[in-house]
């Protein structure tokens, strides 16, 4: 079974600090993405990746930015959390290539920003 | 842009109860379409798409769409609700493109509620 797995299922961090999520998946998948979702308002685009060392902003990458040195995987940095990034993290894997694929996601991580 | 409707945020039946959950899209040329579920504390895992083909399509768990072109719309059905079907459900869209990344775009969810 494909895995994805995110390393901190639960985070409390304070305005200012710098946040690191991490996501590896196991199953040699080209294309990563983060996801933040929010009640309301689904599960919109923060960033993706192609590939190895390639990104792409996707629909809210303010505030935000990725990281992909190994294929297997990435990650999203908060550089100075603020209160209105408090979310839930979804990362999400799939092959590259042909009609799109299943995306494989992790169980989430819950930030909160005091 | 691509994007989609879902119509109610929450949805409440009764176990045995048929399920219909509301999808809309908005595109000229047909989109791929699909529909994700949550579980509690849970990532999304994929319950069916359509990509080509027969526009009904059968997913786990019992549940199935069908793609209507004339409506723009991809709603999904179960005949029978049962009490673990209680989940977030999502329905997609990505341009249907031969070339180039092809994008997800979620609707913004629906809750669906199974009561005893």
């Known amino acids: 079974d494909v895995k994805v797995t995110q390393s901190s299922r639960y985070l409390v961090k304070r305005t200012g600090e710098k946040v690191f999520l991490e996501c590896v998946q196991d199953?040699?998948?080209?294309?990563m993405f983060w996801y933040r979702q929010d009640p309301g308002l689904g599960l919109r685009l923060i960033y993706f990746?192609?590939?190895?060392?390639?990104?792409e902003k996707g629909d809210i990458p303010e505030g935000y930015s990725v990281s992909r040195e190994k294929k297997e995987r990435f990650s999203l940095i908060l550089e100075s959390a603020s209160t209105n990034q408090t979310s839930m993290y979804l990362c999400?894997?799939?092959?590259?290539?042909?009609?799109?694929?299943?995306?494989?996601f992790g169980e989430g991580s819950r930030l909160t920003v005091l | 842009a691509q994007s989609v409707t879902q119509l109610g945020s929450h949805v409440s039946v009764s176990e045995g109860a048929l399920v219909l959950l509301r999808c809309n899209y908005s595109?000229?040329?047909?989109?791929?379409l699909f529909w994700y579920v949550q579980y509690p504390n849970q990532g999304l895992q994929l319950l069916l798409k359509y990509t080509t083909g027969a526009t009904l399509v059968k997913g786990i768990n019992g549940f199935e769409a069908e793609f209507k072109k004339s409506e723009t719309s991809f709603h999904l059905t179960k005949p029978s609700a049962h009490m673990s079907d209680a989940a977030e459900y999502f329905c997609a869209v990505s341009d249907r493109v031969n070339t180039g990344f092809q994008k997800l775009v979620f609707g913004t969810g629906t809750r669906l509620l199974v009561s005893p």
């Open positions: 999400a894997s799939r092959l590259g290539t042909g009609i799109p694929g299943e995306l494989f």
């Open positions: 199953m040699d998948h080209e294309n």
């Open positions: 595109s000229s040329v047909p989109p791929y």
């Open positions: 990746s192609y590939d190895v060392k390639m990104k």
